[in-house]
């Protein structure tokens, strides 16, 4: 270490012997050629037909060599300012997985347009009012697909969550223990911030054991905030074609009108189970910025400005110099200092 430099690779320094050692050969063939060349001339004719550098430009060319191959051994031994710089970042302090229901039951109409082109209007908004937060989406029916993994990139989490539809995970049912189990799996392992999964549901559960996956999530350390849409007593589904603009009711496969019953209590239970809260929405609209104020913010821990001091490279000054002391070494190995003979 001099004068506030340190060397990334110091041990490098023995590699100036190898500098020394090849200028030393250059100097020797030098002489040599010179002394040969002598042998079969006479020193008039050598002075007239051996159009070479004087000596003295020889041994600047040299010098020269010795400089550059000098600054590019301190260039391979990486000069580093230890402290020179101070740069501040923001530390992600809470992960956030959005776990939504796209069954059929989440096109009913009851909140406009209808529930799930509400519910994804709504999270795009409070996706607006994060920072340094990393989001993540689980969409989820019969089955749970992870679609966007953790990311600090909202860009992209919102262009992945406009396109979800009903068709995203190919399956019908509403299964919220898998969905519960593959949200707290895509969390990966813990990073000593809040973990927060956002739950919308309209549905009850069919038989996926959703308080067995909210007791492995309590253990993972995730929080869950359930949102339920939808009523407990249980309502129809109004449908609206896309096409015609001809609204139905939606009916299952035997024909029979298919009721959509919101069960509170077992949102209520997966929510307490790992401290988090249940918000029933109910057949409103949805409106997750309230929410997310009242019972996501308390729990989201606050984005950390961080600033530390890191190392400034200089090697790129002596890569500069070594170039420099080639640059002037050919250019002084070009000129003889001689006349030309006519």
């Given at each position: 270490?001099?004068?506030?430099?340190?060397?990334?690779?110091?041990?490098?320094?023995?590699?100036?012997?190898?500098?020394?050692?090849?200028?030393?050969?250059?100097?020797?063939?030098?002489?040599?050629?010179?002394?040969?060349?002598?042998?079969?001339?006479?020193?008039?004719?050598?002075?007239?037909?051996?159009?070479?550098?004087?000596?003295?430009?020889?041994g600047v060319k040299l010098g020269l060599i010795l400089v550059t191959l000098a600054f590019?051994?301190?260039?391979?031994?990486?000069?580093?300012?230890?402290?020179?710089?101070m740069v501040s970042s923001s530390r992600v302090s809470s992960d956030i997985m959005v776990v939504l229901d796209v069954s059929k039951s989440m096109l009913a109409e009851d909140a406009a347009p209808n529930r799930l082109a509400r519910a994804r209007a709504e999270i795009v908004e409070l996706v607006g009012h994060l920072q340094g937060h990393r989001v993540g989406l689980v969409a989820f029916a019969g089955r749970a697909s992870v679609l966007c993994p953790l990311t600090p990139d909202y860009g992209f989490f919102r262009m992945i969550l406009r396109s979800v539809?009903?068709?995203?995970?190919?399956?019908?049912?509403t299964r919220i223990g898998e969905a519960i189990r593959k949200g707290v799996t895509a969390f990966g392992p813990g990073s000593g911030g809040a973990r927060l999964m956002l739950l919308?549901?309209?549905?009850?559960?069919?038989?996926?054991?959703?308080?067995?996956?909210?007791?492995?999530a309590a253990e993972a350390g995730v929080r869950?905030?359930?949102?339920?849409?939808?009523?407990?007593?249980?309502?129809?589904?109004?449908?609206?074609?896309?096409?015609?603009?001809?609204?139905?009711?939606?009916?299952?496969?035997?024909g029979l009108v298919v009721r959509s019953r919101l069960d509170g209590e077992l949102l209520r239970a997966i929510a307490l189970e790992t401290d988090g809260v249940y918000v029933p929405a109910g057949t409103a609209a949805l409106d997750l910025e309230s929410i997310v104020?009242?019972?996501?913010?308390?729990?989201?821990?606050?984005?950390e400005t961080v600033a530390r001091a890191v190392v400034v490279e200089r090697y790129h000054w002596f890569v500069a110099a070594s170039l420099a002391a080639l640059c002037i070494a050919i250019r002084v190995g070009s000129k003889t200092g001689r006349r030309t003979l006519a």
């Open positions: 270490m001099i004068d506030g430099i340190t060397f990334l690779h110091p041990q490098l320094i023995h590699l100036v012997w190898v500098v020394v050692a090849l200028v030393a050969l250059l100097a020797w063939l030098e002489l040599r050629g010179q002394s040969a060349l002598a042998r079969f001339l006479s020193p008039e004719m050598l002075d007239r037909l051996g159009d070479r550098p004087s000596l003295s430009r020889r590019g051994v301190v260039a391979l031994m990486r000069p580093q300012s230890h402290g020179a710089e539809d009903t068709n995203s995970v190919g399956r019908g049912g919308i549901t309209d549905g009850e559960d069919h038989d996926s054991y959703p308080e067995e996956a909210a007791e492995k869950i905030v359930a949102i339920g849409f939808g009523s407990e007593d249980g309502s129809e589904i109004t449908l609206t074609d896309p096409e015609t603009g001809a609204r139905r009711v939606l009916v299952d496969a035997d104020d009242a019972h996501v913010k308390p729990i989201m821990r606050q984005t």
